[in-house]
T-cell receptor, first 116, second 115 residues
Framework: KAGVTQTPRYLIKTRGQQVTLSCSPI?????VSWYQQTPGQGLQFLFE???????NKGNFPGRFSGRQFSNSRSEMNVSTLELGDSALYLC???????????????FGPGTRLTVT | KNQVEQSPQSLIILEGKNCTLQ??????????LRWYKQDTGRGPVSLTI?????NTKSNGRYTATLDADTKQSSLHITASQLSDSASYIC??????????????FGKGTKLSVKP
Protein backbone atom coordinates (compact mmCIF):
# COMPACT_ATOMS: atom_id res chain seq x y z
CA LYS A 1 0.00 0.00 0.00
CA ALA A 2 1.45 3.37 -0.98
CA GLY A 3 2.16 5.80 1.82
CA VAL A 4 1.22 9.43 2.15
CA THR A 5 2.76 11.54 -0.56
CA GLN A 6 3.38 15.27 -0.51
CA THR A 7 4.35 17.59 -3.31
CA PRO A 8 6.49 19.47 -3.78
CA ARG A 9 9.18 18.30 -1.35
CA TYR A 10 11.04 21.60 -1.36
CA LEU A 11 9.89 25.10 -2.15
CA ILE A 12 11.46 28.53 -2.01
CA LYS A 13 9.18 31.53 -2.09
CA THR A 14 9.49 35.26 -1.60
CA ARG A 15 7.75 37.17 1.16
CA GLY A 16 4.29 38.29 0.04
CA GLN A 17 3.77 35.42 -2.40
CA GLN A 18 1.33 32.60 -1.93
CA VAL A 19 1.91 28.86 -2.02
CA THR A 20 -0.14 25.70 -2.43
CA LEU A 21 0.98 22.37 -1.04
CA SER A 22 -0.54 19.03 -1.97
CA CYS A 23 -1.10 15.82 -0.05
CA SER A 24 -2.33 12.42 -1.23
CA PRO A 25 -3.42 10.21 1.69
CA ILE A 26 -3.20 6.45 1.99
CA UNK A 27 -5.93 4.79 -0.02
CA UNK A 28 -9.06 4.42 2.09
CA UNK A 29 -8.08 7.05 4.63
CA UNK A 30 -10.71 9.74 4.99
CA UNK A 31 -9.02 12.10 7.41
CA VAL A 32 -6.17 14.38 6.39
CA SER A 33 -4.45 16.68 8.86
CA TRP A 34 -1.82 19.34 8.29
CA TYR A 35 0.95 20.37 10.66
CA GLN A 36 3.64 23.02 10.73
CA GLN A 37 6.93 21.92 12.24
CA THR A 38 9.65 24.32 13.30
CA PRO A 39 12.70 23.68 15.50
CA GLY A 40 11.46 25.97 18.25
CA GLN A 41 7.77 25.03 18.36
CA GLY A 42 7.73 21.41 17.30
CA LEU A 43 4.64 20.09 15.54
CA GLN A 44 1.70 22.46 15.52
CA PHE A 45 -1.75 21.48 14.27
CA LEU A 46 -3.07 23.53 11.38
CA PHE A 47 -6.34 21.84 10.45
CA GLU A 48 -8.03 18.53 9.75
CA UNK A 49 -10.31 17.57 6.91
CA UNK A 50 -12.69 14.65 6.95
CA UNK A 51 -14.93 13.80 4.02
CA UNK A 52 -14.26 17.19 2.40
CA UNK A 53 -15.23 19.12 5.54
CA UNK A 54 -12.90 20.95 7.88
CA UNK A 55 -13.37 19.17 11.20
CA ASN A 56 -11.01 21.19 13.34
CA LYS A 57 -8.64 24.13 13.05
CA GLY A 58 -5.57 25.10 15.00
CA ASN A 59 -4.54 28.53 16.15
CA PHE A 60 -3.17 29.93 12.91
CA PRO A 61 -4.10 33.11 11.03
CA GLY A 62 -6.59 33.09 8.19
CA ARG A 63 -3.72 33.22 5.69
CA PHE A 64 -3.55 29.46 6.17
CA SER A 65 -6.36 27.60 4.47
CA GLY A 66 -7.01 24.18 3.09
CA ARG A 67 -9.45 21.95 1.33
CA GLN A 68 -10.12 18.32 0.65
CA PHE A 69 -11.37 16.80 -2.54
CA SER A 70 -13.80 13.93 -3.03
CA ASN A 71 -10.89 11.49 -3.50
CA SER A 72 -9.55 12.58 -0.08
CA ARG A 73 -6.57 14.39 -1.57
CA SER A 74 -5.94 17.66 0.21
CA GLU A 75 -4.29 20.96 -0.45
CA MET A 76 -3.22 23.71 1.87
CA ASN A 77 -2.65 27.29 0.84
CA VAL A 78 -0.69 30.03 2.52
CA SER A 79 -1.24 33.53 1.22
CA THR A 80 0.91 36.62 1.76
CA LEU A 81 3.89 34.61 2.94
CA GLU A 82 5.95 35.86 5.86
CA LEU A 83 9.50 34.93 6.83
CA GLY A 84 8.12 33.13 9.88
CA ASP A 85 6.20 30.73 7.63
CA SER A 86 9.45 28.97 6.79
CA ALA A 87 8.94 25.47 8.13
CA LEU A 88 8.39 21.82 7.35
CA TYR A 89 4.73 21.26 6.51
CA LEU A 90 3.57 17.75 7.25
CA CYS A 91 0.44 16.03 6.11
CA UNK A 92 -0.95 12.99 7.91
CA UNK A 93 -3.81 10.67 7.03
CA UNK A 94 -5.83 8.31 9.17
CA UNK A 95 -8.79 5.97 8.85
CA UNK A 96 -10.68 8.00 11.45
CA UNK A 97 -13.29 5.28 11.87
CA UNK A 98 -13.48 1.81 13.42
CA UNK A 99 -10.87 -0.51 14.90
CA UNK A 100 -8.34 -0.13 17.68
CA UNK A 101 -5.96 2.12 15.75
CA UNK A 102 -8.64 4.24 14.13
CA UNK A 103 -6.78 7.40 15.00
CA UNK A 104 -3.25 6.36 14.07
CA UNK A 105 -1.80 8.92 11.75
CA UNK A 106 0.55 8.14 8.91
CA PHE A 107 2.72 11.08 8.01
CA GLY A 108 4.06 12.09 4.66
CA PRO A 109 7.69 13.20 4.19
CA GLY A 110 6.72 16.85 4.34
CA THR A 111 7.25 19.93 2.21
CA ARG A 112 10.17 22.12 3.25
CA LEU A 113 9.09 25.73 2.63
CA THR A 114 11.65 28.49 2.74
CA VAL A 115 10.47 32.09 2.58
CA THR A 116 13.07 34.69 1.67
CA LYS B 1 -3.69 23.81 30.49
CA ASN B 2 -3.11 20.72 28.36
CA GLN B 3 0.62 20.26 27.92
CA VAL B 4 3.17 17.60 27.05
CA GLU B 5 6.72 18.10 28.28
CA GLN B 6 9.60 15.96 27.09
CA SER B 7 13.04 15.56 28.54
CA PRO B 8 15.83 15.77 27.82
CA GLN B 9 15.69 18.09 24.82
CA SER B 10 18.68 16.34 23.32
CA LEU B 11 20.79 13.34 24.17
CA ILE B 12 24.03 11.87 22.86
CA ILE B 13 24.89 8.25 23.60
CA LEU B 14 27.36 5.68 22.34
CA GLU B 15 26.25 2.86 20.11
CA GLY B 16 25.21 -0.18 22.10
CA LYS B 17 24.20 1.79 25.19
CA ASN B 18 20.67 2.04 26.59
CA CYS B 19 18.75 5.26 27.13
CA THR B 20 15.41 6.45 28.49
CA LEU B 21 13.37 9.37 27.23
CA GLN B 22 10.73 11.01 29.43
CA UNK B 23 7.30 12.43 28.72
CA UNK B 24 5.15 14.21 31.33
CA UNK B 25 1.67 15.37 30.48
CA UNK B 26 -1.15 17.34 32.00
CA UNK B 27 -3.74 16.41 29.37
CA UNK B 28 -7.17 15.66 30.72
CA UNK B 29 -9.27 13.72 30.10
CA UNK B 30 -6.76 11.23 28.74
CA UNK B 31 -7.38 8.86 25.85
CA UNK B 32 -4.05 7.51 24.70
CA LEU B 33 -0.38 8.31 24.32
CA ARG B 34 1.83 7.61 21.32
CA TRP B 35 5.54 7.72 20.79
CA TYR B 36 6.72 8.69 17.32
CA LYS B 37 10.16 8.45 15.77
CA GLN B 38 11.10 11.10 13.24
CA ASP B 39 14.21 10.62 11.15
CA THR B 40 15.82 13.75 9.72
CA GLY B 41 13.96 14.93 6.64
CA ARG B 42 11.10 12.50 7.06
CA GLY B 43 7.68 12.41 8.65
CA PRO B 44 7.10 10.89 12.12
CA VAL B 45 6.39 7.16 12.37
CA SER B 46 4.38 5.67 15.23
CA LEU B 47 6.37 3.37 17.52
CA THR B 48 3.78 2.48 20.09
CA ILE B 49 0.41 3.46 21.54
CA UNK B 50 -0.46 3.31 25.23
CA UNK B 51 -3.99 3.41 26.61
CA UNK B 52 -5.05 4.08 30.18
CA UNK B 53 -4.94 0.43 31.25
CA UNK B 54 -1.55 -0.40 29.73
CA ASN B 55 1.65 -0.08 31.78
CA THR B 56 4.26 -1.44 29.41
CA LYS B 57 4.48 -2.14 25.72
CA SER B 58 7.43 -3.23 23.62
CA ASN B 59 8.25 -2.85 19.96
CA GLY B 60 11.55 -4.55 19.30
CA ARG B 61 14.27 -2.68 21.18
CA TYR B 62 11.79 0.05 22.15
CA THR B 63 9.82 -0.28 25.40
CA ALA B 64 7.27 2.31 26.44
CA THR B 65 5.84 2.63 29.92
CA LEU B 66 2.88 4.60 31.17
CA ASP B 67 1.96 5.65 34.69
CA ALA B 68 -1.50 7.17 34.35
CA ASP B 69 -1.57 8.16 38.01
CA THR B 70 1.49 10.38 37.80
CA LYS B 71 0.85 11.19 34.13
CA GLN B 72 4.28 10.11 33.05
CA SER B 73 5.52 7.97 30.19
CA SER B 74 8.97 6.82 29.21
CA LEU B 75 10.53 5.31 26.12
CA HIS B 76 13.46 3.00 26.78
CA ILE B 77 15.80 2.10 23.94
CA THR B 78 17.93 -0.97 24.45
CA ALA B 79 21.28 -1.64 22.77
CA SER B 80 21.11 1.52 20.69
CA GLN B 81 22.06 1.52 17.03
CA LEU B 82 23.19 4.32 14.75
CA SER B 83 19.79 4.13 13.04
CA ASP B 84 18.15 5.14 16.32
CA SER B 85 19.45 8.67 15.77
CA ALA B 86 16.25 10.66 15.36
CA SER B 87 13.77 12.86 17.18
CA TYR B 88 11.29 11.08 19.42
CA ILE B 89 7.95 12.79 19.89
CA CYS B 90 5.40 12.07 22.59
CA UNK B 91 1.78 12.76 21.61
CA UNK B 92 -1.20 12.61 23.95
CA UNK B 93 -4.81 12.46 22.80
CA UNK B 94 -7.55 14.07 24.82
CA UNK B 95 -10.58 11.88 25.31
CA UNK B 96 -13.91 12.63 23.67
CA UNK B 97 -14.09 13.56 20.04
CA UNK B 98 -12.36 11.95 17.13
CA UNK B 99 -10.72 15.00 15.70
CA UNK B 100 -6.96 15.07 15.31
CA UNK B 101 -7.22 18.51 16.85
CA UNK B 102 -7.45 16.71 20.19
CA UNK B 103 -3.78 15.76 19.99
CA UNK B 104 -1.22 17.49 22.19
CA PHE B 105 2.35 17.23 20.92
CA GLY B 106 5.58 17.35 22.88
CA LYS B 107 8.50 19.17 21.31
CA GLY B 108 10.54 16.00 21.08
CA THR B 109 13.87 14.65 22.23
CA LYS B 110 16.67 14.65 19.69
CA LEU B 111 18.76 11.50 20.12
CA SER B 112 22.18 11.12 18.55
CA VAL B 113 23.88 7.74 18.65
CA LYS B 114 27.61 7.91 18.08
CA PRO B 115 29.85 5.01 16.98
Amino acid sequence: KAGVTQTPRYLIKTRGQQVTLSCSPISGHRSVSWYQQTPGQGLQFLFEYFSETQRNKGNFPGRFSGRQFSNSRSEMNVSTLELGDSALYLCASSLASGGRNWDEQYFGPGTRLTVT
Amino acid sequence: KNQVEQSPQSLIILEGKNCTLQCNYTVSPFSNLRWYKQDTGRGPVSLTIMTFSENTKSNGRYTATLDADTKQSSLHITASQLSDSASYICVVRKAYGGSQGNLIFGKGTKLSVKP
